[in-house]
């Protein structure tokens, strides 16, 4: 199975910061990832798909990139609304696999 | 608009079933997979299965491949996972969400509200 990694688990940042989010997976996805935003008590919902593409209606300050292993979330300008938990997920084999998320609080 | 509602909260005893339903509107059902997803309180998100009704593949997580079966009824855009045997560490909330694609599980999107399944003697 592909593992997946992310850092930081949990961060703290104020409206206006830039905001980047790394995914790691465990061997080569080309660019088969995908990242996810969920707040508490909701369903998460896709943000980037094939590590770079914005999903329709899905904020521009958000932006994903990388290819192979290393990849990266950018919020280019934090919202308030953007408090939640983040998650990437590769898409290139089975077992699709999940990082165990990054926690976004807004102080 | 696209939308993906699921059954409601089951309560189960171990070593009993739960079968929960899906139902899609706003797209094609048989043009695109069925994902199901669970989250454990507390904890993150893990990729059970997928089914496609275009041709009724599946694609089964192996860790869950003797107690699940996912299906569809193309009839009401409706796709189901019942997951047998249930233990305490089933206790979960159960999404099932539209996968991109009919071939192979890819990413996910929209999402159901969830179901929470509790098993619990």
């Known amino acids: 199975d592909i593992q997946m990694t992310q850092s930081p688990s949990s961060l703290s940042a104020s409206v206006g910061d830039r905001v980047t989010i790394t995914c790691r997976a465990s061997q080569n996805i080309k660019m088969y990832l995908n990242w996810y935003q969920q707040k508490p008590g909701k369903a998460p919902n896709l943000l980037i798909y094939?590590?770079?593409s914005l999903e329709s209606g899905v904020p521009s300050r958000f932006s994903g990139s990388g290819s192979g292993t290393d990849f990266t979330l950018t919020i280019s300008s934090l919202q308030f609304e953007d408090f939640g938990t983040y998650y990437c997920q590769q898409g290139y084999s089975t077992p699709l696999t999940f990082g165990p998320g990054t926690k976004v609080d807004i102080k | 608009q696209i939308q993906l509602v699921q059954s409601g909260a089951e309560v189960k005893k171990p070593g009993a079933s739960v079968k929960v339903s899906c139902k899609a509107s706003?797209?094609?059902?048989?043009?695109?997979?069925i994902s199901w997803v669970r989250q454990a309180p507390g904890q993150g998100l893990e990729w059970m299965g997928w089914i496609t009704s275009y041709n009724g593949d599946t694609n089964y997580a192996q860790k869950f491949q003797d107690r699940v079966t996912m299906t569809t009824d193309t009839s009401t855009s409706t796709a189901y996972m019942e997951l047998r045997s249930l233990r305490s560490d089933d206790t979960a909330v159960y999404y099932c969400?539209?996968?991109?694609?009919?071939?192979?599980?890819?990413?996910?999107?929209?999402w159901g509200q969830g179901t929470l399944v509790i098993v619990s003697s």
């Open positions: 094939a590590a770079s």
């Open positions: 706003g797209y094609t059902f048989s043009n695109y997979g």
């Open positions: 969400a539209r996968d991109i694609s009919v071939a192979a599980p890819n990413w996910f999107d929209p």
